[in-house]
Nanobody, 123 residues
Framework: QLQLVESGGGLVQPGGSLRLSCAGSGFTLDYYVIGWFRQAPGKEREGVSCISFSDGTTSYVDSMKGRFTISRDSAKNTVYLQINSLKPDDTAVYYC????????????????WGQGTQVTVSS
């Protein structure tokens, strides 16, 4: 069964950091672009960052540059999203998804989705 499994979310104070993980199960991520998206209550799902798993090329939504870092570990078939200097506005469910090469920020371009991991930033 093809699955993406996110982990690493939680409750963190403003200014803190988290590293989210997205592990591929049942398939290799080598042929995909892996994107991170987030969805806050009452808002549309928005792109954060994506990475070409085969060559490590990364891309970030302009508003996400600076505090977010995407990376991958080929041996673990896993993609990470490091988030620093967390703000209350970062509170959302974070999803990872696998899309074809060239996929960008449109969720419709992604085939497989994880179940999401909740990130809550609050004091």
């Amino acid at each position: 069964q093809l699955q993406l499994v996110e982990s690493g979310g939680g409750l963190v104070q403003p200014g803190g950091s988290l590293r989210l993980s997205c592990a591929g199960s049942g398939f290799t991520l080598d042929y995909y672009v892996i994107g991170w998206f987030r969805q806050a209550p009452g808002k549309e799902r928005e792109g954060v960052s994506c990475i070409s798993f085969s060559d490590g090329t990364t891309s970030y939504v302009d508003s996400m540059k600076g505090r977010f870092t995407i990376s991958r570990d080929s041996a673990k078939n896993t993609v990470y999203l490091q988030i620093n200097s967390l703000k209350p506005d970062d509170t959302a469910v974070y999803y990872c998804a696998a899309g074809s090469p060239g996929a960008g920020w449109d969720p419709a371009e992604y085939y497989y989705w994880g179940q999401g991991t909740q990130v809550t930033v609050s004091s």
